[in-house]
């Protein structure tokens, strides 16, 4: 029992960094429409910011908003170079020239920086009980930054005259530009907002883990998808719900078998959820009919 | 020389992968994330079929012995199962993005495990030992075995191509594009799209487990570091520029990307410290064309050709069959004569 | 034809849809609706925009399963078919807008139309045998043929995306024709379609008729319902509220009521 609480706190701290990650996916495809198959690449260019910041300040709360600051860059020029400029194509194309993107990216950062693993330590502090659960210090923030950024997006979203755009765009964008929306700035400030946390996100993902290296936002990216998935693709709230289930279930499964086996873990969460439930787990199904 | 019977012979195998691509994606229209993943199975898959048993430590399945030949179309019978129990996952009623997804995350996993579980292929370290299939059988000696290979793939590319080619003329060929352009009404017309999509999906396995297959005589060896899911995105590349869905155009691309860019990677300066540095700039190149194509010339270099009908615009009947015509000769304002014909297979 | 000099009402009946229901998200979109369609008879279903006829439509083709309900075509019970197979016992649908097959030519949507299953195995795609050729050598003479008829036969080779709307709404009906359907439902037809044109189409729906064929028309064209259906189902907010010659209609409370302000007339 020790021991499953233990694995549960875990847990709650991949899905508090999971939460980050498919939040800020989740708004992507909210105002775009489209999955964002370069997402996991402005985690990437969130930690490589955030070690080199590090290396140069020795400031770790510096080298967390130069991650997110990046972020933020990567996420509005993804949109403005990218995203934008496929607005009348198919969506798929739109995905396939993301996948093109996350390609050139990360072997941009491969060709510089080289592929391997590079280490990123910061003092993590000892770990306390809390109740049930053992947290290091730095595991703490990690959650308790998440809540944090969650919180605030949510005011955002809910509260501002922005955050109401940004929910009329998703809605419906024609509709939202007739009642005088300006959509197209909005969906690129709404990229920023993504690419703030999304970078953020890897900032933290980096120390959590201890490592990164050109791919490794990308192979957080499945687990980010399996999340907004189970959210609801599109839904903030549901996401935050999907990374919970996510984290725990993967944090879970892992340590009843190897974790290297978490991918596959979480694909096959992902394809039972894409059979079962494509339009999350919070969406009462109209029965789909198969051709 | 020598050099070039290799770029050549892996060009061949490359545009065989490319053209089991077209019939899943260039024709069919799903876009297949994991194809790549067959290749490496059926590859994998021969290796360990034509060595002996591993020894310790080096760890992998079966290890039979077998002939080249057998070795290869047993991997291709394995894949295409595998590819069955994917395909009929994967493409009962998911759209196309978790389709995409789907495949992704299947070929993610397969990858993860042969890295891991090295019981199966001996994990990171790979499988090795296979050296001139059939060369002693036809009594080619060391030297000439490269130019060997090189015909085989040849030969093999132009029966693939051939076949491929009918196929796109066919009727068959005809209802994948239906299916490509709008599925809804392909299957208000009576079709199962599920059930067509599958068959192009398992023969795109086929084609992609007989690349397997020579690819395996051509490496030699396999292990991760030589594929990743990420290398389909080359074939991607190469279907898209040539053209997709028509024949000539996909392996036109396969040539230009393959042999563009490896001539183009070959001439870039060696940095030192940096030996990653050329391929990966390689593979953002091929990013950076996935997306110009994609933006400015989705159609390829050489669009698809619509198939001409150059029969006789009369409408006259033959004398042999008794014809009901519709009755909706009404549009065009003429009186009505009945038609029935045999061939379109329905007595009303 | 025996069956058209009954009158419609009296005809055995081609489709029975009975206590069709499905819910959206709490919404009733289609509640307890049921209507029979004639033999050989062309059935107008109208209603105002949000009435639930396209989803009516969606349930009976089988592109939607209903939560309750039954529909019988001919004696077959299609809920719980795929569509497919549906259209395989010769109930054949249109969209609401034109949904050809854009990069294939015009003979190729006709074809394909044609429903030649046994010409379409992927063994006979890649070994074709002479038999085959010949077969499908008939089948491409019946589609110049029909394109003669719709007045497609210049346009025979170009991309059927290429057409114009009116273009296209006469390669849709081509595409229905070749398929020799005995029940034909056609969603909005009339969508952006001019007079002439729609004139056109109303003959072909009674082509149909001739033939045998019973036709469900969605639109919110009244003219048009009233010049060429035989009957109307009317339905608001998911169900029938009225059913019968359009002349009954005219007076019904219930329907003007439903349509207060969302008449057109072309």
């Known amino acids: ?291 | 020389m020598i050099y070039w019977v290799a770029i050549l012979t892996e060009a061949c195998i490359f545009a065989i992968m490319a053209l089991g691509l077209n019939v899943v994606w260039g024709m069919s229209g799903d876009f297949d994330l994991g194809y790549y993943g067959y290749v490496a199975l059926s590859t994998y898959l021969t290796i360990v079929l034509t060595v002996g048993q591993p020894l310790a430590p080096v760890k992998y399945i079966l290890g039979n012995n077998l002939p080249y030949v057998v070795a290869v179309a047993i991997a291709v019978i394995i894949t295409v199962l595998v590819a069955t129990v994917v395909g009929m996952v994967a493409l009962r009623g998911l759209r196309a993005i978790y389709f995409a997804l789907t495949t992704l995350g299947a070929v993610s996993v397969l990858y993860v495990v042969v890295q891991t579980y090295t019981p199966l292929f001996n994990g990171f370290n790979g499988v090795a030992g296979l050296v001139d299939p059939m060369g002693n059988a036809l009594g080619i000696d060391y030297n000439q075995y490269r130019y060997f290979l090189l015909g085989l793939c040849a030969a093999v590319l132009l029966v693939v191509a051939v076949l491929t080619s009918r196929l796109s003329r066919s009727p068959f060929g005809r209802l994948l594009r239906a299916v490509r352009d709008d599925e809804d009404a392909v299957a208000a017309f009576g079709r199962s799209v599920y059930k067509t999509k599958l068959k192009a999906y398992l023969l795109g396995a086929v084609l992609a487990a007989i690349a397997g297959g020579l690819f395996a005589a051509f490496l030699g060896a396999f292990n991760p570091s030589a594929w990743a899911p990420q290398e389909v995105l080359t074939l991607y590349a190469g279907v898209l520029v040539g053209g997709r869905g028509n024949i000539k155009g996909v392996i036109a691309g396969v040539l230009v990307v393959y042999i563009g860019f490896v001539e183009l990677t070959r001439s870039l300066p060696e940095i030192a410290g940096h030996p990653e540095f050329a391929p990966a700039l390689r593979q953002v190149l091929i990013g950076l064309l996935i997306i110009l194509f994609l933006r400015f010339r989705p159609q390829g270099l050489i669009p698809e050709r619509l198939s001409v009908d150059k029969g006789p615009s009369a409408g006259a009947g033959s004398a042999d069959t008794s014809y009901r015509r519709t009755g909706l000769a009404a549009l065009a304002g003429k009186a009505g004569r009945l038609r029935l014909t045999k061939a379109s297979g329905g007595v009303r | 034809m025996s069956t058209l000099s009954i009158p419609a009402e009296q005809r055995s009946s081609a489709l029975d849809v009975r206590g069709l229901c499905i819910s959206f998200g709490g919404v009733r979109a289609v509640d307890q609706c049921s209507f029979v369609v004639p033999e050989a008879t062309a059935v107008g279903l109208i209603g105002p925009n949000g009435a639930g006829k396209s989803t009516a439509i969606d349930l009976i083709s089988g592109f939607k399963a209903p939560d309750s309900g039954t529909v019988v075509f001919r004696g077959q019970e299609l809920i719980g078919m795929k569509p497919h197979d549906i259209s395989k016992l010769g109930v054949v649908r249109t969209f609401q807008s034109p949904r050809e097959w854009a990069s294939l030519s015009v003979l190729d949507n006709v074809l394909i139309g044609m429903r030649g299953f046994e010409r379409e195995t992927m063994l006979g795609g890649l070994f074709r045998t002479g038999r085959q050729r010949r077969a499908e050598q008939e089948a491409r003479q019946e589609g110049r043929e029909l394109l003669e008829d719709f007045g497609l036969t210049k346009l025979k080779n170009d991309p059927a995306g290429s057409l114009s709307g009116g273009q296209k709404r006469l390669l849709e009906f081509a595409r229905i024709a070749a398929a020799h359907p005995s029940l034909v439902i056609l969603d909005e037809p009339m969508g952006g379609v001019n007079p002439v044109l729609g004139e056109r189409i109303g003959k072909a729906v009674r082509s149909l008729i001739g033939q045998g064929s019973s036709v469900v028309v969605v639109e919110h064209n009244l003219r048009f319902i009233e010049d060429y259906c035989d009957l109307v189902v009317v339905m608001d907010q998911g169900a029938v509220i009225a059913e019968g010659p359009y002349d009954s209609l005219r007076d019904n409370p219930r329907v003007v009521a439903a349509y207060l302000g969302n008449v057109e007339y072309a």
Not at chain 1, 16 to 32: D, G, K, Q
Not at chain 1, 125 to 153: D, M, N, R
């Open chain 1, 1 to 291: 029992m020790h021991v499953l609480m233990l694995d549960i706190g875990y847990g709650l701290v991949t899905a508090a960094i999971l939460a980050l990650s498919a939040v800020a996916f989740t708004l992507e495809y909210a105002v775009s429409r489209v999955a964002n198959l370069a997402h996991g690449e402005i985690l990437t260019v969130g930690a490589y910011t955030a070690f080199f910041v590090q290396r140069s300040t020795g400031n770790v709360l510096l080298a967390a908003l130069g991650a997110a600051a990046a972020g933020a860059v990567a996420g509005y020029a993804t949109n403005l170079f990218l995203i934008e400029r496929f607005a009348r194509r198919p969506i798929l194309v739109t995905f396939i020239a993301t996948l093109g993107l996350s390609l050139m990216l990360q072997n941009l950062l491969t060709a510089f920086f080289g592929a391997s693993s590079r280490a990123y330590t910061i003092n993590q502090g000892a770990p306390q009980q809390y109740g049930p659960f053992q947290f290091t210090q730095a595991e703490l923030l990690v959650i308790a930054s998440a809540v944090t950024i969650a919180a605030l997006l949510f005011l955002l979203l809910r509260r501002t005259k922005f955050g109401k755009s940004v929910r009329a765009v998703a809605e419906n964008r024609d509709l939202a530009r007739a009642s005088g929306i300006h959509a197209r700035r909005v969906i690129a400030q709404t990229w920023l907002v993504a690419g703030f946390v999304a970078g953020f996100a890897g900032f933290v993902l980096a120390e959590n883990v201890g490592a990164f290296s050109p791919s490794f936002g990308n192979g957080f990216l499945l687990i980010t998808i399996t999340a907004t998935v189970a959210g609801g693709l599109g839904n903030p709230y549901g996401t935050l719900l999907g990374a919970v289930l996510v984290g725990l279930v993967l944090e879970l499964a892992g340590a009843y078998t190897s974790s290297s086996y978490e991918l596959a873990f979480a694909f096959a969460i992902l394809v039972i959820l894409l059979l079962v439930r494509p339009n999350g787990l919070l969406v009462r199904q109209s029965r789909p009919v198969a051709a």
